[in-house]
């Protein structure tokens, strides 16, 4: 403590103290802070479960201490719908990359979706599968260039970029769906909100609750984080635009 | 303008992303590019303390909970509790 001052923002102790190995200015490790403040500001440390991808954030479990059971690539949400269903007064969320959630584990994804399995899906959604070594993913934008698509994403072979977001938020028994970011202070404060609503809507019982990150790898996307920030504001928000999809309606929450 | 708050930056937990400089409204952080901490990276640092507002921009968009901020109490009041 400093004499004369008062404490205003401190790490959330959610956290471990293991220093966090995703790549410098990732947003991995925004929303492992902003998850973790939430389950702080919530007080369900000792019922929150969350479940990891393959990916960078195999690592997660080692980050978030709360308790959490790795699953097979792309495999999160059935663990997760197996998890809840057994433990239904805990908080859940699986927290996932695009490869794993929208490329190997699209049906889970979907189906878990369609069941309203009522967990909450953390979908970080770079653009690219960053542990790796910076392949094309199902969300590469039009004409982006990764290892995989040196010349750039080529929509006539490949498709246009998966939508999740706009796709999930179809199903009926989807009660949540936003898109947030972290890449300035007002969207980081957003993304956290979000993150809140969506455990609460959880605890209500609502159904599926889904926030997808529009997220950055700066080191898949060959860039400096502040250039990663650039790219997401002139490249990836009038694609995969910042909004809510879809929110419970007032008299159920 | 006398300081309204500071931040402690944890210079080992800091990986020199340099996303916090230019959030901050009154420009009171800066990178250090001539030292690094013991992983080799640089690090931010508060650089004008005087023009601190407490606004917690820094220590939202940091990535790695680096940065703790604090407010500083009111003078005034703070003579009336200790007097
Ligand atoms: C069954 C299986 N297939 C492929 C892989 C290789 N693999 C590891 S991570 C990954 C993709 C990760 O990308 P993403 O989910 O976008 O996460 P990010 O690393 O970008 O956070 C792949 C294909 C694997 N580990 N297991
Ligand atoms: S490779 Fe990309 S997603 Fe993985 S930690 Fe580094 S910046 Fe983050
Ligand atoms: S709290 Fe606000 S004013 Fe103070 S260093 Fe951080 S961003 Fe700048
Ligand atoms: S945002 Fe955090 S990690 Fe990045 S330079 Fe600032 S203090 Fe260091």
């Known amino acids: 403590m400093k004499k004369g001052y008062k404490l205003i923002y401190q790490r959330p102790k959610t956290l471990t103290d293991t220093r966090i190995n995703y790549c410098p200015g990732c947003f991995h490790t925004t929303m492992h802070k902003l998850l973790m403040e939430v389950v702080d500001e919530m007080g369900i440390q000792e019922k929150t479960v969350g479940v990891c991808p393959v990916g960078c954030s195999v690592f997660a479990y080692n980050y978030m201490n709360v308790d959490m059971q790795e699953a097979a690539h792309g495999r999160a949400a059935a663990v997760a719908t197996g998890i809840k269903r057994m433990l239904p007064d805990r908080y859940v969320f699986s927290y996932q990359g695009d490869g794993d959630l929208a490329a190997i584990g699209t049906a889970e994804t979907l189906h878990a979706c369609n069941r309203g399995e009522n967990f909450t899906f953390i979908f970080i959604n770079n653009g690219i599968y960053g542990m790796t070594g910076g392949q094309m993913a199902p969300t590469t934008l039009e004409g982006q260039k990764t290892t995989t698509s040196p010349y750039g994403r080529d929509v006539e072979k490949i498709g246009m970029p998966l939508k999740m977001a706009e796709i999930v938020s179809q199903f009926d028994r989807v009660a949540y769906v936003e898109r947030v970011s972290c890449n300035t202070p007002a969207n980081s404060r957003k993304a956290k909100k979000a993150l809140r609503n969506a455990l609460e809507y959880q605890g209500k019982k609502l159904g599926t609750t889904f926030i997808e990150v529009a997220s950055n790898c700066p080191s898949g996307w060959k860039m400096t984080p502040e250039e990663s920030l650039k790219w997401l504001e002139d490249k990836v928000f009038p694609y995969y635009p910042l909004k809510v999809f879809k929110k419970p309606d007032k008299k159920e929450v | ?83």
């Open chain 2, 1 to 83: 303008m006398p300081a309204k708050g500071t931040v402690d930056i944890d210079i080992e937990r800091c990986k020199g992303c340099n996303l916090c400089v230019p959030s901050c409204p009154t420009d009171c952080l800066a990178l250090n590019t001539s030292d690094t901490n013991s992983y080799g990276l640089h690090y931010a640092y508060l650089d004008k303390e005087e023009d601190c507002i407490a606004c917690m921009n820094c220590a939202v968009i940091c990535p790695d909970a680096a940065i703790t901020v604090y407010r500083k109490e009111d003078q005034s009041k703070q003579r009336r509790t200790h007097g």
